[in-house]
């Protein structure tokens, strides 16, 4: 099993990125996704995760009404469009899967599979 996820890039404040997670060896659009980040010296955090079904959606309070996850390509790749980009959203981006329902619900930062991750870095 393999997730990548990429799309990072050094942007100013107050512009977008879009991140993709794709996984090989394992039926994505079967898997709960979420999105975490983890900044310099600090400890990785939630930031966003979808349903299976591309249905429900949850996001840390940080970055809710900037950031979005989405589902494509028939559930296979996963998206997140991070909008209005901060300094403080300067971090190492990663995607992980997990068949279980706490990922979305409870915005837990444990999951079966990771990606390697997708370094994002925003300039004042």
């Known amino acids: 099993v393999q997730l990548q996820a990429s799309g990072g890039g050094l942007v100013q404040a107050g512009s977008s990125l879009r991140l993709s997670c794709e996984a090989s060896g394992l039926r994505f659009r079967e898997y709960r996704v979420g999105w975490f980040r983890q900044a310099p010296g600090m400890e990785r955090e939630f930031v966003a995760a979808?349903?299976?079904?591309?249905?429900?959606?949850n996001y840390a309070d940080s970055v809710k009404g900037r950031f979005t996850v989405s589902r494509a390509n028939a559930g296979n790749t996963v998206y997140l469009q991070m909008n209005s980009l901060k300094p403080e959203d300067t971090a190492v981006y990663y995607c992980?899967?997990?068949?279980?329902?706490?990922?979305?619900?409870?915005?837990?930062?444990?999951?079966?599979?990771w990606g390697q991750g997708t370094h994002v870095t925003v300039s004042s």
């Open positions: 979808i349903e299976w079904s591309d249905g429900p959606t």
């Open positions: 992980a899967a997990d068949p279980g329902w706490a990922l979305v619900a409870t915005m837990t930062l444990e999951a079966d599979y």
